[in-house]
Nanobody, 119 residues
């Protein structure tokens, strides 16, 4: 089963930027859509951005205009560029493969990467 390893999280001030990476153990980007999820303490995991096999992207309203999802098929890696970060973006971020362009996920979860937005 394909494995995902997320990285790039950290502590950043409001208004700052981070770039997350998700490395897949297999080349699946021409088979499945991919998504970035996040889970804040006490909250359910939510899908924030997705990219289809054709490269179409979708975003949760709260991150539109601030986050950009992209991928590098040669590196089996999906990225999430996060700009103008807000404290409410604080969460553990995960990636996973999707059944459709906007979920649900159906792969195994990685360990995630912590993003903390605080002054």
């Amino acid at each position: 089963q394909v494995q995902f390893v997320e990285s790039g999280g950290g502590l950043v001030q409001p208004g700052g930027s981070l770039r997350l990476s998700c490395a897949a153990s297999e080349n699946i980007f021409n088979i499945y859509a991919m998504g970035w999820y996040r889970q804040a303490p006490g909250e359910q995991r939510e899908l924030v951005a997705s990219i289809t096999m054709s490269g179409s992207t979708m975003y949760r309203d709260s991150v539109k205009g601030r986050f950009t999802i992209s991928r590098d098929n040669a590196l089996n890696t999906v990225y999430l560029q996060m700009n103008i970060l807000k404290p409410e973006d604080t969460a553990v971020y995960y990636c996973n493969k999707l059944r459709t362009a906007w979920g649900p996920s159906f792969g195994s979860w990685g360990q995630g990467t912590q993003v903390t937005v605080s002054s």
